[in-house]
């Protein structure tokens, strides 16, 4: 479930850059102005949230817990800043994760398409479906990831957090439009300011 590689996107208003789903799913605190929003605050803030994050509603029909929800969010905010800095996961959160893929599994079965025979492959999620998606996820990322790109936004006054899949691993800003043109534009204003005689 590794997503598209970065390219500082918001669907409906919401911010989708964080590289990998389980970081846009940390990613639903943003602070737009000075305020905190909770993106999965409600049942209908989640569902409109799902929606954006193509996690559909699978067929266990499994209701999602809130409370489990916004507990897994805090426990996975910890989780990235313990993985950025090479530390160990806490055994809550392992327990928790496996808990939740513990009943979805890698479906294979061979296609024939005429000359050639290729292997499909594709993920049966069971559970909860934001719980289990954003924990497959997780595990997912764990299997394959460089703790030096995880990282969050430059910007102090912002939370969003990311993993870094560019070739150079340079990115400094959620997005470019939200906090790196501001950040240009101020250093500009603080050299205009520097070279103006007093
Ligand atoms: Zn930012």
Not at 32 to 54: E, F, R
Request: net charge negative.
């Amino acid at each position: 479930m590794r997503q598209e590689p970065f390219s500082g996107e918001f669907r409906e208003g919401m911010p989708f850059l964080g590289g990998s789903l389980w970081i846009d799913f940390v990613n639903t605190t943003p602070v737009i102005k000075g305020v905190t929003l909770d993106l999965i605050g409600d049942a209908s803030a989640l569902a409109a949230w799902a929606k954006q994050a193509n996690i559909a509603p699978h067929q266990s029909g499994a209701p999602e817990d809130p409370a489990a929800l916004h507990e897994l969010r805090t426990e996975l905010a910890d989780a990235f800043d313990l993985l950025a800095a090479s530390k160990p996961l806490s055994a809550d959160l392992i327990a928790t994760i496996n808990h939740l893929i513990e009943h979805s599994a890698i479906r294979r079965r061979l296609a024939d398409a005429g000359a050639t025979t290729t292997l499909d492959e594709h993920v049966e999620l069971a559970g909860p479906p934001v719980a289990s998606a954003v924990a497959w996820d997780f595990a997912q990322f764990l299997g394959d990831y460089d703790h030096q790109r995880l990282r969050h936004c430059d910007n102090p006054a912002c939370t969003m957090q990311f993993y870094d899949v560019g070739k150079n691993n340079r990115r400094r800003w959620c997005t470019m439009s939200l906090c790196g043109n501001r950040d240009k534009v101020a250093q500009y204003r603080g050299r205009k300011a520097a070279r103006r005689p007093d």
